[in-house]
C-alpha cells in the first residue's frame, strides 16, 4: 500500500488554529463583556492571528474590573505573555484580593519581577502598558490606574485624556513602580464614553499621506461619533481602521474596548 506523503503545512496549519482558538479563549467574548457592562465593545486585530494586546474581565462584590494591557513585541512569543499577565492579573485581584487599581498594578509588576528579575537573557520581552479600571455602579464611581496606557473619556462631544504613569510594567525591575489611582464620579457627568486602546491603534499606518494614524485622528473620529450609541461606534470603528489601512499591513497588534457610563 502507497502512504500518502506527510503534508508538513497541514500539520502547521492545526497548529496555528490551535493557537489562535488558544489565544482568543484566553479572554472574555463580547456576550460575557456586556453582561457586566452592557454599553460596551471590543476590537481585537491581531497582526499575526495572535499577538501581545490582552484583556480581562472580573466581577467582584460590588465592582467590576477591566483591564487592558499591551505586551511588548507582537506574534506567538508575544501571545505567551498575554497568558502570563492574565494569570499575574488573576492572582492579584482573586488570591490577593487586591481591590486599588494603582496596588493591582504593583503587584503584577512585583509578579513579573519573580518570573523575570534575575533572568540576564530573556527569550522574549517582559514589560507592558496597561490600563485598568474599577467600576461600582452602586456609589456611580470608576476608579483608573495605568502603565504607560490612558484612559480617554468623551463627554458632550469633546475627548479629554485620564493620564496613565509613564513607567510600564514588567520591566525596568531596578525603578521602583508605584502607581497612581485616579477616581472619577459619575454622578457629576452625563452619559460619558471611555476607552483603553493599545498603540497598535494610533501606530496604524495608511490615510492619503501613508502617515500612521495618529492620536489627533483617533480623536477627531472618536468625539464624531460621540452620539451614536456604542455598540454602533465599534462598526463605525473598524470601517474607519480598515479604510485608513487600506493594502498597507498593520505594524502591530491593535486592540480597543469602549464603554459607555453612567449606565441607565
Known amino acids: ?8 503545512s497541514t500539520y502547521e ?3 496555528e488554529d490551535a493557537t489562535k482558538k488558544n489565544y482568543f479563549e484566553l479572554f472574555p467574548d463580547e456576550e460575557t463583556l456586556a453582561s457586566s457592562i452592557p454599553n460596551a465593545f471590543i476590537i481585537n486585530r491581531p497582526m499575526s492571528g495572535v499577538g501581545g494586546d490582552g484583556y480581562w474581565l472580573h466581577e467582584v462584590d460590588d465592582s467590576i474590573f477591566l483591564a487592558v494591557f499591551d505586551c511588548m513585541g507582537h ?12 494569570n499575574a492579573l488573576k492572582k492579584a485581584i482573586l488570591n490577593d484580593e487586591e481591590t486599588f487599581p494603582n496596588r493591582i498594578l504593583y503587584l503584577m509588576h512585583e509578579e513579573i519581577k519573580e518570573k523575570f528579575g534575575s533572568k540576564e537573557k530573556k527569550l522574549l520581552g517582559t514589560g507592558a502598558d496597561m490600563g485598568i479600571v ?11 490606574a495605568g502603565a504607560k496606557m490612558n484612559l480617554y473619556e468623551v463627554s458632550e462631544g469633546e475627548l479629554s485624556t485620564i493620564k496613565a504613569d509613564r513607567l510600564q510594567i514588567g520591566e525596568l525591575f531596578e525603578y521602583d513602580h508605584q502607581y497612581k489611582t485616579v477616581i472619577i464620579d459619575l454622578k457629576k457627568k452625563k452619559a460619558t464614553n471611555f476607552y483603553l486602546f493599545s498603540d497598535g491603534v494610533t501606530d496604524l499606518v495608511g490615510g492619503p499621506n501613508n502617515k500612521k494614524l495618529g492620536m489627533k485622528n483617533l480623536k477627531a473620529l472618536l468625539e464624531e461619533i460621540y452620539s451614536l450609541p456604542i455598540t454602533k461606534q465599534k462598526d463605525v470603528i ?27
Not at 474599577?134 to 483608573?144: R, S, T, V
Not at 497588534?253 to 457610563?261: C, E, K, V, Y
Open 1 to 8: 500500500m502507497n502512504k500518502r506523503p506527510y503534508d508538513n
Open 13 to 15: 496549519k492545526r497548529v
Open 75 to 86: 506574534g506567538h512569543l508575544a501571545s505567551m505573555m498575554t497568558r502570563i499577565y492574565t
Open 134 to 144: 474599577k467600576y461600582n455602579p452602586h456609589i456611580g464611581e470608576l476608579d483608573f
Open 238 to 264: 473598524n470601517d474607519y481602521l480598515d479604510k485608513w489601512s487600506g493594502s498597507h499591513k498593520p505594524l502591530d497588534d491593535a486592540l480597543i474596548i469602549g464603554f459607555s457610563l453612567p449606565q441607565e
